[in-house]
């Protein structure tokens, strides 16, 4: 199936992301201070849980979702 257009992701020029361990939502640009960066301990159990995952991305779609009722 063929589409046109831009997808959700290519569509803004700045994106969101969710950080999995703080739950913390920052501009990726800017980034944020992650207790898995900040805590030697949380790292190390991180690590033995089976490794850092990135932050996932937040589209704007599910961005408004977080305020809809």
Not at 2 to 19: K, P, V
Not at 36 to 64: H, K, W
């Given at each position: 199936?063929?589409t046109?257009?831009?997808?959700?992701?290519?569509?803004?020029?700045?994106?969101?992301?969710?950080?999995?361990y703080?739950?913390?939502?920052?501009?990726?640009?800017?980034?944020?201070?992650?207790?898995?960066?900040?805590?030697?301990?949380?790292?190390?159990?991180?690590?033995e849980?089976?490794?850092?995952?990135?932050?996932?991305?937040?589209?704007p779609?599910?961005?408004?979702?977080?305020?809809?009722?």
């Amino acid at each position: 199936m063929l589409t046109f257009g831009l997808n959700e992701d290519r569509q803004y020029a700045e994106m969101l992301s969710l950080c999995r361990y703080c739950r913390c939502l920052f501009w990726r640009s800017l980034g944020h201070p992650c207790i898995a960066d900040q805590c030697p301990e949380f790292r190390a159990r991180l690590q033995e849980a089976g490794g850092i995952t990135p932050p996932s991305p937040v589209p704007p779609s599910a961005f408004l979702k977080f305020f809809s009722l």
